[in-house]
């Protein structure tokens, strides 16, 4: 059975930093691309990054800005999102995804087989 928890969500204020952290259990790790997606109140769901299994590769939706980072460590079986400058409109809660395959240019498309929970990420202004 599949497990990924995300941790590391929270409150903090505009301009502040957070690190968000995505373990799973019950699969083969590196065989799996992971992602960040967000989903803000009465907002679709968004995107956020997307690593290749090797962690070699990574995408990155335009509205991050350059402002945050994704990683993974393999040995961990962990996902990472380094966010810094956080902004009021990355309010949200923040998930992480795991599919069998490549990220490419269409990963914000992709059916995603595994999700976790989720963790609440607010950016008081």
């Known amino acids: 059975q599949v497990h990924m928890v995300e941790s590391g969500g929270g409150l903090v204020q505009a301009g502040g930093s957070l690190r968000l952290s995505c373990t799973v259990s019950?699969?083969?790790?590196?065989?799996?691309?992971m992602a960040w997606f967000r989903q803000a109140p009465g907002k679709e769901r968004e995107g956020v990054s997307c690593v290749s299994g090797s962690g070699e590769y990574i995408y990155y939706a335009d509205s991050i800005e350059g402002r945050f980072s994704s990683s993974r460590d393999n040995a961990k079986n962990t996902l990472y999102l380094q966010m810094n400058d956080l902004k009021s409109e990355d309010t949200a809660t923040y998930y992480c995804a795991a599919l069998s395959g490549i990220c490419g240019g269409s990963w914000k498309e992709k059916q995603y087989t595994y999700w976790g929970q989720g963790t609440q990420v607010t950016v008081s202004s």
């Open positions: 019950g699969l083969q790790f590196d065989d799996y691309i």
